[in-house]
């Protein structure tokens, strides 16, 4: 991949920081309109070359362990160019020798990125991957939870989206192996995040969203700005449009009347409820047949499908051990469908909406 980078940017220079309980290191200033960015200095210029010499073409290739080894931060929404901010030892960026921590990312690929938005950028690093590997969100926020010596505490978690997961983790994924070792992991398509109104806040803190799990745990986040939000929004709904068109189809074991049965979610065709051990269809509808559906907040699901000769309202109840994930992920396809009709529904409104009218669960008033 060829990256384009320059300096000239923005106002930068390196300072010695002290904080009194350590000896004086090295960091690097970036200085925009709006803001102040302080990085430790931690590579060594092996080239030659200065820092600030202008334009420069890099070229390197993503490794297996470890991608590019480098992380980046900045963008349009904060007005300034997306810039390098970390750069990981001994991997691709670090061993090219010309990438340096404060370079600011002008093309990619040929591509100009200099009034691109972070998450285009990564768009476009991630273009050339499988659907299945790419990143389409990465950032910290702040997660609410029970101390058992405070009311309530709010701790950092960084989270990303990648593939078919969210992930969370104490600390920014650098390797491949860092991605195994995520403090929680959840499938995107089995799990709902709600952007929460003013009357749904919990504190004084804005711009918060809930994530509801596949076991029905409500997760609690805080991030600094709208544009954050906004951000986390487009993304989750964009990595679960991406998923659902990758499998297609997802089947679930449940119960009717004490025989083992099988529901298939099927993006093309609907819901389709068969035996288990036979394979033999009871009963498939479309989407478009779903005209309402009720659940007990346990295992228990009751839908309301027309029959498309009579018009007649058919109920079908069935049973889940793992009734949330199911739930969610009958969102998650509704939600793709209409991203499939309407190109603008990501990063709009109107996925709440579009759901209820469809006839999805009411436990299911989330945003994908």
């Known amino acids: 991949m060829d990256f384009r980078t320059a300096c000239e940017e923005t106002k930068t220079g390196i300072c010695l920081l002290q904080d009194g309980n350590q000896e004086p290191f090295k960091v690097r200033l970036h200085l925009a309109r709006d803001i102040l960015m302080i990085q430790e200095q931690d590579v060594t ?20 362990v470890g991608g590019f080894g480098l992380s980046i931060k900045g963008g349009a929404e904060h007005n300034i160019p997306v810039v390098v901010s970390k750069i990981s030892k001994e991997q691709r960026a670090e061993l090219s020798g010309l990438l340096f921590i404060g370079d600011a990312i002008l093309q990619i690929n040929g591509i100009n990125v200099r009034k691109c938005r972070h998450e285009e950028v990564i768009k476009k690093i991630n273009r050339n991957f499988p659907v299945n590997q790419q990143i389409v969100y990465m950032g910290w926020c702040e997660m609410r939870e029970q101390d058992p010596l405070q009311d309530r505490v709010y701790s950092p978690a960084f989270l990303a989206l990648r593939g078919s997961c969210l992930y969370k983790f104490l600390a920014p994924p650098v390797t491949t192996w860092d991605w195994t070792r995520a403090e929680k992991t959840f499938s995107v398509y089995e799990i709902m995040c709600k952007i929460l109104k003013d009357s749904d806040l ?18 609690y986040f805080s991030v600094e700005l709208d544009s954050d939000l906004a951000q986390w929004e487009r993304a989750f709904q964009t990595a679960t449009f991406l998923e659902v068109e990758r499998i297609q189809c997802k089947t679930y074991a449940c119960v009717l009347e004490g025989h083992l049965m099988g529901l298939t979610i099927d993006f093309s065709t609907g819901f389709i409820c068969f035996d288990a051990a036979t394979k033999v269809v009871l009963w498939r509808y479309k989407f478009s047949q779903l005209k309402g559906s009720s659940d007990d907040g346990k295992s228990k699901i009751k839908f309301l499908f027309q029959n498309p000769d009579t018009k007649q309202i058919e109920a079908k109840e069935l049973e889940f051990s793992n009734l949330f994930a199911v739930l969610h992920c009958i969102h998650s396809f509704f939600a793709a469908k209409v991203a499939c009709l309407d190109p603008l529904f990501l990063g709009s409104q109107a996925a709440a909406s579009a759901a209820s009218s469809s006839g999805v669960p009411s436990k299911a008033k989330y945003m994908t």
Request: aromatic share 8%; with cysteine; net charge neutral.
């Open 45 to 64: 210029c092996v080239s030659g070359e200065p820092f600030y010499s202008g334009e420069r073409t890099v070229t390197i290739r993503r490794q297996a």
């Open 202 to 219: 919990l504190d004084r803190r804005r711009h918060c969203f809930t994530v509801q799990s596949e076991s029905g745990e409500d997760l």
